[in-house]
């Protein structure tokens, strides 16, 4: 598996993932209306343009099967929409996804402090974060029904 700056050309193919990897999570939520499956290219295609930094995984045969975003704002690097593929949950992939948006961030802001967020339903992707280093700092209602817990690093 490669991780890579992803381009313009990759966003459609992203948005593709992203409404197919946020289809447990609408699930859990039991809401299809969440906000990443809201989201059009036009919306990718101005978070690419506003600097928002778009990392991409792919397999062997140049399959995408994971992706995350990262915008840097003052001193804190805002990490969203960290997403694989439903076949290749569970084997690391995330985790990596993670390292690497990391380090691509601090290359740009070495202090930077690292928040992210997931619904309070989301016990695995908690889990991931607890693991990778984070730590929950606040819990915020989004939505009647959806809690939003905040973790830093």
Do not use: W
């Not at 948005?15 to 197919?20: C, E, H, M, S, V």
């Not at 889990?127 to 905040?150: D, K, M």
């Amino acid at each position: 598996m490669m991780i890579t700056m992803a381009e313009r050309a990759d966003l459609e193919r992203i948005l593709a993932l992203q409404y197919l990897a946020y289809q447990s999570e609408a699930r859990l939520l039991n809401n299809f209306a969440i906000p990443p499956l809201r989201e059009n290219v036009e919306d990718l295609l101005r978070q690419f343009e506003g600097g928002v930094v778009f990392l991409k995984a792919a397999d062997e045969d140049a399959t995408l099967v994971g992706s995350v975003r990262a915008r840097l704002d003052q001193n804190t690097v805002h990490i969203g929409k960290l997403m694989v593929h439903p076949d290749r949950q569970g084997r690391g992939v995330g985790t990596q996804l993670l390292a690497a948006v990391e380090s691509v961030m601090a290359k740009t802001c070495p202090q930077a402090r690292y928040e992210l967020f997931t619904s309070s339903q989301s016990l695995r992707n908690v889990r991931l974060y607890v693991r990778a280093g984070y730590r929950p700092v606040r819990e915020e209602e989004a939505a009647p029904g959806l809690r939003l817990i905040f973790l830093e690093k």
